[in-house]
Nanobody
Framework: QVQLVESGGGVVQAGGSLRLSCAASGRTFSAYSMGWFRQAPGKERDFVAAISWGGSRTRYADSVKGRFTISRDNARNTVYLQMNSLQAAVPGVYSC???????????????????WGQGPQVTVSS
């Protein structure tokens, strides 16, 4: 099992940047594919980005391509989400997620992930 704790949320103006971190503890972090999801109030979780266990493969939602970057540091048991050129939107909770299995397949559906963090809220004001 793995425990996930996110940090780095907050309020930012449209066009600004924010960096989220997700620290993992428990089983070997490098054995997990990691992902980020966003959930607005009353809505389902939306896929944002994911990264393979070794970091060689990434996947992004079309809406964030070119603006967001997912990365990981297996020595620090941490995955990051760098968000640039943020667009004004209703506040959303960004959660990181983990799926056990050291493959190069990059999952993107919430159902494909096994473990979840609580997620910090991100508010982008216009």
């Amino acid at each position: 099992q793995v425990q996930l704790v996110e940090s780095g949320g907050g309020v930012v103006q449209a066009g600004g940047s924010l960096r989220l971190s997700c620290a993992a503890s428990g089983r070997t972090f490098s054995a997990y594919s990691m992902g980020w999801f966003r959930q607005a109030p009353g809505k389902e979780r939306d896929f944002v980005a994911a990264i393979s266990w070794g970091g060689s493969r990434t996947r992004y939602a079309d809406s964030v391509k070119g603006r967001f970057t997912i990365s990981r540091d297996n020595a620090r048991n941490t995955v990051y989400l760098q968000m640039n050129s943020l667009q004004a939107a209703v506040p959303g909770v960004y959660s990181c997620a983990a799926r056990y299995g050291a493959t190069n397949w990059v999952p993107s559906s919430p159902m494909e992930f096994e473990y979840w963090g609580q997620g910090p809220q991100v508010t982008v004001s216009s």
